[in-house]
């Protein structure tokens, strides 16, 4: 190992933590590394003046864009609530394509995944964001693939996270990777955070992914009828026939309201639901399993591993 440079792109208007987080978790790092070994974090703005972040406070970079810059290993971009209907900004792009180009990891924090999508650097890459942006980033780069479910994804040498204080997840998985777990341990308890929330967690309950437009539609009613009889056989034409309709119209309506089927819906139900009895019982997989409708342990591990990115036993075990 060597020293390792991380870049850190923040605009104006900038989430305060997506910055933060990630830079503590690095200097907490050194005290667990050789000298030779550290990180030096490097904060990059448009210019080097001081810039306004989102809760009021001023941040000072160290570099502009204008500046000559070393070859940096890791490149981030922090979010910032005004990312998602920011234009694209031209001198921003060619800086980080460059940089990227250059560095061993380049990624995102929050809605810093926007100014990458703008920089071309989502395209044929599996990417996450904050759960509220997740369809906007999938509607705005159609050409990546918008995981809404993980805390953090690392698709070849790119790395995104969820929102805010996953920040300080996806940096404690690059301290990881860099040093071992020991490592990442240790600093995880420096800062008092959960030390292994694995990057599959998901970020939030299926009613926040898919909020039908009116509490008393046909979806709505759908989706109350999936979450009383979780554990039960949910076809789609059970489901239709609740509502009084045909099963095409009612996905069709499904997908129009939410932006999802009722197929995903259940799936996404079910885990939300396998994920809290994980979390806080002891019941054995075998009856998570069966109370939350998977049927078998099996198909219930296979969901969690496509969806989340680890096992309901992995899972579990990040909460012990």
């Not at 933060?20 to 590394?33: L, Q, W």
């Not at 972040?53 to 204008?66: E, I, K, R, V, W």
């Not at 920089?119 to 759960?131: E, K, M, Q, S």
Request: net charge positive; with cysteine; charged share 20%.
């Amino acid at each position: 190992m060597s020293v390792t440079t991380v870049a850190i792109l923040m605009l104006d208007g900038v989430q305060a933590l997506d910055v933060a987080g990630p830079v503590d978790v690095f200097a907490e790092a050194n005290a667990f590394i050789g000298r030779k070994d550290r990180y030096e974090t490097v904060l990059v703005g448009r210019t080097r003046k001081p810039l306004r972040a989102s809760n009021g406070m001023q941040l000072m970079p160290d570099l502009s864009l204008g500046d000559e810059a070393p070859r940096f290993d890791i490149v981030l971009v922090a979010g910032g609530p005004g990312l998602p209907t920011a234009p694209a900004d031209a001198a921003v792009s060619k800086w980080l394509r460059t940089a990227a180009s250059r560095a061993r990891l380049h990624g995102s924090v929050c809605t810093g995944a926007f100014v990458l999508g703008h920089a071309g650097l989502l395209d044929g890459r599996t990417v996450t964001t904050h759960w509220q942006n997740a369809a906007h980033l999938a509607e705005r780069f159609p050409a990546a693939t918008v995981e809404y479910d993980r805390i953090y994804l690392r698709d070849g040498k790119l790395v995104t996270s969820a929102g805010v204080t996953a920040g300080i997840d996806l940096a404690l998985a690059m301290v990881r990777e860099d040093h071992g777990a020991a490592v990442a341990l240790a600093v995880a308890k420096r800062l008092v955070v959960v030390a292994q929330r694995q990057g599959g967690q998901s970020q939030f309950s299926p009613y926040l992914a898919a909020t039908p437009s009116r509490a008393d539609s046909p979806v709505a009613r759908v989706q109350a009828y999936v979450m009383a009889n979780i554990g039960a056989r949910l076809t789609l034409d059970a489901l239709a026939a609740e509502v009084g309709m045909s099963g095409r119209n009612l996905v069709r309506l499904f997908v129009a309201d939410t932006g999802m089927t009722p197929h995903a819906f259940i799936e996404r139900a079910r885990i939300d639901i396998a994920r809290n009895l994980l979390e806080g019982s002891t019941l054995p997989l075998k009856s998570i399993a069966y109370k939350c409708g998977f049927v078998t342990v099996d198909r219930m591990r296979v969901l969690f591993q496509q969806r989340l990115g680890i096992s309901p036993a992995q899972y579990r075990a990040s909460f012990r």
